[in-house]
């Protein structure tokens, strides 16, 4: 298993509220990534970072911010939560971010927007 | 935003039959990935493909990078009811180091014992 964790794993809230989730790892690797995971759709990307405070836009980044003040933590937010959020995430890492190399998935947070 | 079309998107076969899904984009992807997810679980990656007509086997999966940089193929032999999950394919393409990840939408599998 690549270290790493998320957190919560699972979550409720309602419309409107603040979310932070959370992705730690302990393989020192310089890329992380936050994606989702819907129905039908596979997996698309949010945000992802190339090192501390350096994070670019994927391909669904509306309604989500990132911040990375470590290597070890990578957090997503959503500043104000709705339905269409409700989700499940997945955090992954990358040693060097190329084409040669691999990413390697967090176990994922269901997230819940009532 | 750019697509990778798996199929099929189901299969439900008997143990010991084998199986086999695949990969097409309109785009050329540099890298080939191929994850298995068990339900509750992030995806894990099977096999990694890195040239263009390369043949690779992980234990009973093989899979090909196709020549055309546009698909991709898995192939299962031998299906044993722990194959059972979800299965997707992802391209990478070389953007400036950023390893954008290029999911389909993914293979459901299921097998009978």
């Known amino acids: 298993d690549a270290g790493i964790t998320q957190s919560p794993r699972h979550k409720v809230t309602e419309t409107g509220t603040p979310v932070t989730l959370r992705c730690h790892q302990t393989?020192?690797?310089?890329?992380m990534y936050w994606y989702r995971q819907d129905p039908g759709h596979g997996l698309r990307l949010i945000h992802y970072?190339?090192?501390?405070?350096?994070?670019d836009k994927g391909e669904v980044s509306d309604g989500y911010s990132v911040s990375r003040s470590k290597t070890e933590d990578f957090l997503l937010t959503l500043e104000s939560a709705t339905s269409s959020q409700t989700s499940v995430y997945f955090c992954?890492?990358?040693?060097?971010?190329?084409?040669?190399?691999?990413?390697?998935f967090g176990p994922g947070t269901r997230l819940t927007v009532l | 935003g750019q697509q990778l079309n798996q199929s099929p998107q189901s299969m439900f076969i008997q143990e010991g039959e084998d199986v086999s899904m695949n990969c097409t984009s309109s785009?050329?992807?540099?890298?080939w990935l191929w994850y298995k997810q068990d339900p509750g679980e992030g995806p894990v990656l099977l096999i990694a493909?890195?040239?263009?007509?390369e043949l690779t086997s992980n234990g009973r999966l093989t899979a090909q990078f196709g020549i055309t940089r546009k698909d991709s193929f898995l192939n299962i032999s031998a299906s044993i009811p722990s194959d059972v999950g979800i299965y997707f394919c992802?391209?990478?393409?070389?953007?400036?180091?950023?390893?954008?990840?290029?999911f389909g939408q993914g293979t459901t599998l299921q097998v009978k014992p």
């Open positions: 992802a391209g990478l393409q070389d953007s400036g180091n950023t390893g954008k990840l290029i």
């Open positions: 493909l890195y040239k263009a007509g």
């Open positions: 970072s190339y090192g501390v405070k350096d994070t």
């Open positions: 785009s050329i992807f540099n890298t």
């Open positions: 992954a890492i990358s040693l060097t971010g190329d084409s040669t190399d691999t990413q390697y």
């Open positions: 393989e020192n690797h310089r890329y």
